[in-house]
């Protein structure tokens, strides 16, 4: 069935830049809504941005407007988050979900998502 991987985390001072994707094997990408969600320890699971299955809108959270992009390209079945200036607060393992709907724009509530990848730790520390 649909497995979602992650990659691209990795440790950065703040105000550095990363690249994170998520590439997805046993469906077709482009019939799923993917969400980019992120915990930090002791905290709750939150919502960071989402792309509509063709691409032609996104959601980003107050927290990473104007910093964060999301993106996907079908045709290699991966979804991109670009993640620039980051914070210390963006430290957290991310995570990226798939959300199989026919109408509807993609949205930032994780019991939205049923299939998710297993995280990508994201380090902004100085």
């Known amino acids: 069935q649909l497995r979602l991987v992650e990659s691209g985390g990795g440790l950065v001072q703040p105000g550095g830049s990363l690249r994170l994707s998520c590439a997805a094997s046993?469906?077709?990408?482009?019939?799923?809504?993917i969400g980019w969600f992120r915990q930090a320890p002791g905290k709750e699971r939150e919502g960071v941005s989402c792309?509509?299955?063709?691409?032609?809108?996104?959601i980003y959270a107050d927290s990473v407007k104007g910093r964060f992009t999301v993106s996907r390209d079908n045709a290699k079945n991966t979804v991109y988050l670009e993640m620039s200036s980051l914070k210390p607060e963006d430290t957290a393992v991310y995570y990226c979900?798939?959300?199989?709907?026919?109408?509807?724009?993609?949205?930032?509530?994780?019991?939205?998502?049923?299939?998710w990848g297993q995280g990508t730790q994201v380090t902004a520390s100085s």
């Open positions: 046993g469906v077709t990408l482009g019939y799923y809504h």
């Open positions: 979900a798939a959300d199989f709907r026919l109408v509807g724009p993609c949205l930032l509530s994780v019991k939205e998502y049923d299939h």
């Open positions: 792309i509509n299955r063709n691409g032609d809108s996104t």
